[in-house]
């Protein structure tokens, strides 16, 4: 289903990348801020500005999302789009001036492309600088540059990952969109037919059964003959955004719901080696249930997850889902 986390009003997005180094960064921003929930569920994320999303604490809004590959470094993104901001007066007014509050969640791409160049406060503020409210570019581009996926059995055996976006419209014209950098340590196969669209590859270029590959690979370990893939060596960022009315309980509800998605797509998902992170955004507008907001949202981030696959191109002695197909014909 075609459709852009751009299709919500109040929602810009800006993408940079480096095509060389293969890593790159994407700033979403909210015009007039927007109502911020979160909800980590991989177990090594890299995140920035989380905590100030919980409901008991007192920031109400954010006014951007960066994304960014670098592992740690590629937090520093977020200071160039807080930079970008404050040149723009949009921030939280503190009677000194005002604090750009831009939550951000970073995937690890080092392994791909030159590992000492990561997205810095200039990225991120030539990301924002460029962001609008026009269809982004999906697959090798901004946060996605350098993803990869299905990294069970190694990196020589992953595939190419990427960004995507999706949306839907309800009737009553409420927008949910959903746009994803998927970085997994896991396969990803598609949600209405089961098919694997990246996983792991064989010698001979067919693709393997992850859980037998994973079951060779605990046996590796314990026998000390095989290392796992380092913790947070992974992870799949991504943000849903509405032009609903929400509170800071109810976008980190939608959050939660929406994980669903990557369920759907990612096989195995939220393991160890990610740090699987989605942030939720409420515009402003009419009050909606929350069951279902969250519901469709996790429809759409699954979406994006199959345009971040199908949308990315090889790149990094990677393989994308579209040469496959070229191969197979």
Request: glycine share 12%; proline share 5%.
């Amino acid at each position: 289903m075609p459709g852009c986390i751009t299709d919500v009003p109040g929602i810009k997005v800006g993408q940079i990348q480096n095509e060389e180094a293969l890593t790159g960064c994407t700033a979403i921003l909210t015009e007039q801020g927007a109502v911020c929930g979160v909800d980590v569920r991989g177990a090594a994320p890299g995140t920035r500005e989380t905590d100030l999303l919980s409901p008991i604490n007192m920031v109400q809004e954010v006014h951007a999302i960066c994304l960014s590959g670098g592992s740690a470094y590629g937090l520093d993104a977020a200071s160039g789009v807080m930079r970008y901001l404050e040149e723009q007066g949009m921030g939280l007014q503190v009677g000194f001036g005002v604090v750009p509050i831009v939550p951000a969640a970073v995937l690890f791409d080092l392994s791909v492309g030159n590992p000492k160049v990561r997205p810095d406060a200039t990225m991120g503020y030539e990301a924002a600088s460029v962001a609008s409210s026009s269809p982004i570019k999906q697959g090798n581009a901004g946060a996605g540059c350098g993803a990869s996926v299905a990294k069970v059995a190694g990196f020589d055996r992953a595939m190419k990952g990427g960004i995507g976006t999706a949306s839907r419209t309800l009737s009553n014209g409420v927008v949910i969109g959903a746009i994803v950098a998927v970085n997994a340590v896991g396969e990803v196969r598609d949600p209405r037919t089961g098919e694997v669209l990246a996983g792991v590859r064989s010698d001979d270029g067919t693709l393997l059964d992850i859980y037998t590959c994973m079951e060779k690979m605990a046996f590796s370990l314990l026998e000390a003959k095989h290392d796992v893939p380092s913790p947070g060596t992974n992870t799949t960022i991504g943000a849903i955004a509405s032009n609903v009315a929400l509170t800071k309980a109810e976008a980190n509800k939608i959050a939660q719901m929406a994980h669903d998605g990557f369920a759907r797509t990612i096989y195995p998902v939220h393991t160890m080696h990610d740090g699987d992170t989605i942030f939720a955004l409420g515009t402003g507008g009419e009050r909606m249930p929350v069951d279902l907001i969250g519901a469709i949202a996790a429809e759409v981030m699954a979406e994006a997850v199959v345009n971040a696959i199908t949308h990315a191109t090889d790149a990094g002695g990677l393989p994308s889902w579209k040469s496959r197909v070229k191969l197979s014909k």
